[in-house]
């Protein structure tokens, strides 16, 4: 019951508003800018560009402006890997099945890794699922863009979304004293801690692309990455039953987003349109990610579609179809890998109380 009432329960707002215009405004500018140059083909580093400025959420200028940094540098590194990692396929001359599971591979280390540094470095939004996102993302587009274009849109991106964080100080009202943050060293607990959640991802992203792909064979469909990011959702959270509750909702909140995404298809948005939508999700995204997920959700699954539409188009409904199933694929996974040391722990204790009983 609590797990179902979590779906209908709305926490406090904390100038939810101010973080979404930022960010909303820090997806729109670049995407419109690449619209108005028609070069559409470098859309996705402008959008994994702009998620710098989801970090630092309502921290003091200072403060966020590191974390942001931090996390623009780690998403500029991530987007250069993966558009290395597209090319190096094509290098080694590999099979489409072959590149596949190389992608798995590389996507799965890149969450083990990525999770450990956003730990290291108290970085939140915890995880690695943008990170994971960004890599497949990219490293699946069949036709790479010049590298140097994109990594020149993506520092672009990241130095503007830096900007917008920074914007507020323009106003003496809103401007926080410019306090650089002392290091936060880690405990040796946190540090265990952090190395245990990146061996969770590591897990779950390799299990849930193992199982994407081969259903993807077996049933016809792709985007074996979508069942990787859903996997990695269940891991945010202080206690199990959160946990699987985030599994939940990313099942419930992915469905009804599809159905407002197939109301957006219908429209047949122009390109500029197109960027109108994505800025209104992004601004819908991050008014409730921290307050309610299922709705956040509604808001994310347009704005990750459309934002694969805009690089690669497909057909509308295969990209439903894949979206649903690769994220109850990957969503199970994750919420597999939650209950894994519960029940591990619950059949030990089993055990050792029989041998007790036993004479």
Not at 6 to 32: N, S, W
Not at 211 to 223: N, Y
Request: some cysteine.
């Amino acid at each position: 019951m609590k797990l179902f009432a979590e779906m209908f329960t709305m926490a406090p707002g904390h100038k939810d508003y101010q973080v979404a215009i930022r960010c909303a405004v820090g997806v729109f500018v670049p995407l419109i800018t690449l619209v108005l140059l028609d070069r559409l083909n470098l859309a996705i580093f402008a959008s994994f560009g702009a998620f710098t400025g989801i970090y630092g959420r309502n921290e003091p200028h200072a403060k966020r402006f590191v974390l942001q940094f931090r996390a623009g540098t780690l998403m500029l590194l991530v987007m250069l890997l993966a558009a290395l990692a597209a090319r190096a396929g094509g290098a080694l001359d590999l099979s489409t099945a072959d590149t596949i599971w190389m992608q798995v591979v590389a996507t799965t280390l890149v969450a083990g890794g990525c999770s450990l540094i956003v730990a290291w470095w108290r970085l939140r939004p915890a995880g690695s699922l943008f990170h994971i996102f960004a890599f497949a993302a990219i490293a699946s587009i069949p036709s790479q863009p010049p590298l140097w274009q994109a990594m020149l849109v993506a520092v672009l991106t990241v130095a503007f979304s830096l900007l917008i964080g920074m914007s507020s100080r323009v106003a003496r009202s809103r401007r926080s004293p410019w306090v650089w943050p002392h290091p936060a060293r880690l405990t040796p607990a946190e540090k265990r801690a952090a190395r245990l959640e990146s061996l969770g991802y590591l897990v779950a992203a390799g299990l849930a692309g193992t199982l994407g792909t081969l259903a993807g064979e077996w049933l016809g469909f792709g985007h074996n990455y979508w069942a990787m990011v859903a996997a990695v959702v269940p891991l945010v959270g202080h206690t199990t039953r959160h946990r699987v509750s985030r599994g939940v909702q990313r099942i419930v909140g992915t469905a009804v987003g599809l159905v407002l995404l197939a109301g957006i298809l219908l429209l047949q948005p122009a390109p500029w349109q197109t960027v109108l939508v994505i800025a209104a999700c992004q601004f819908g995204a991050e008014m409730f990610i921290a307050r309610q997920y299922v709705l956040a959700q509604i808001f994310v699954t347009p704005l990750a579609l459309i934002s694969t539409l805009l690089v690669a188009p497909s057909a509308p409904g295969l990209l439903l179809r894949d979206r649903i199933l690769e994220t109850v694929i990957g969503a199970a996974v994750g919420i597999g890998v939650v209950l894994a040391p519960t029940v591990w722990r619950q059949l030990r204790a089993r055990h050792a109380a029989r041998r007790r009983l036993t004479p």
